[in-house]
């Protein structure tokens, strides 16, 4: 080969290189800032809710979200080292106790956290809606979580519907987002 | 007699000096982990989960447990991304053989480069001197010939 053919193809590969070094950061910058399906929420629409199946706390097994589909679903992220969540636990188990027998189910998802803790404050705060364990936290990234605790509804088909509430949940926007979910979906 | 007794109470007295060697400091620990929630190394984070997990780093130490056997417990909660420095196995090597790969090519690169250039250069030719300067330098230098 030429000295000319060679010096272009180091050239081309130089290019290369570099061009897929720069696609490769435009793509982690565009991804790590999509906010997940929250910002979809937040935007008007109703995005499905990113699929899981974790290990159960609450008993042995594991819970997927697809097994649930035909319910309405009240998803709460939460962690037992975070303080709101021992405020709102109460009023979680008692949205779950009241609206059970209307295809409501609660379910927990502890991440980021010690599962002995986890079963600690379940223990503690009487819990006995389902409660799954995310460690690593690898459904955060996916739903948009930016901290703990988080909420979300998601209809009987599957998707999320009303608002994403961030902090404490409170009793009325408990039942308003159940109420939507029932409402949003056949 | 009185010697095997000596050497069996200084062994006796050194084990625990040893033991004490081997356990790990927790202050390291905190440096080597990161945490979750944050992605700072615990040393320098105050968030909750970061103080849960120092106490749980303390709490091992004090039942006995090694650098390695507590760090491996904290990736089975939290995941490898506990670690500050991702682990010399598998596919994780790439992150530390990467940039000494791309190290030592650059070095490949930059020593064929210089020898090409060194190798490909023409000398330059001497411009032949004006026979009336060179005259004139010759007269110049022997006035200053003894």
Do not use: H
């Amino acid at each position: 080969m030429s000295t000319a053919r060679l010096r272009l193809a180091g050239q081309v590969l130089a290019v290369a290189l570099v061009a897929a070094l720069l696609g490769l950061l435009v793509w982690k910058v565009a991804r790590g800032s999509d906010g997940g399906a929250a910002a979809e929420l937040a935007s008007g629409r109703s995005p499905a809710a990113p699929a899981f199946t974790l290990p159960r706390l609450d008993t042995g097994g594991e819970l997927s979200l697809a097994s649930l589909e035909g319910k309405v679903v009240v998803l709460n992220f939460w962690a037992s080292w975070c303080l709101p969540c021992k405020e709102e636990t109460p009023r979680l188990q008692k949205a779950w106790e009241r609206w059970r027998g209307e295809g409501v189910v609660v379910v927990g998802i502890d991440a980021q956290d010690f599962r002995a803790d986890a079963k600690r404050f379940m223990k503690r705060f009487g819990v006995t809606y389902p409660v799954v364990y995310d460690g690593k936290g690898s459904t955060l990234g996916r739903y948009g979580v930016t901290g703990f605790p988080e909420t979300y509804f998601v209809g009987r088909d599957g998707k999320l519907v009303g608002e994403r509430v961030q902090g404490e949940i409170g009793d009325e926007q408990l039942e308003r987002g159940i109420r939507a979910a029932l409402s949003a979906s056949p | 007699m009185k010697l095997v007794a000596a050497a069996l109470a200084a062994l006796a007295l050194a084990a625990p000096a040893l033991a004490g060697g081997e356990r790990p400091r927790a202050a390291d620990l905190e440096a080597e982990l990161v945490c979750p929630t944050c992605k700072s190394t615990l040393d320098q984070s105050d968030a909750p989960v970061a103080r849960r997990m120092k106490a749980y780093i303390r709490s091992r130490i004090a039942a006995g447990a090694g650098a390695d056997e507590i760090k491996q417990e904290l990736v089975d909660q939290f995941g490898p991304g506990v670690l500050a420095e991702p682990p010399k196995r598998g596919f994780d090597l790439l992150v530390w053989w990467l940039p000494l790969g791309g190290i030592a090519l650059a070095a490949l690169a930059v020593g064929a480069l210089a020898w090409r250039w060194s190798r490909g250069r023409e000398p330059v030719p001497e411009a032949p001197l004006d026979p009336e300067l060179e005259a004139r330098l010759d007269d110049e230098l022997a006035r200053f010939e003894p």
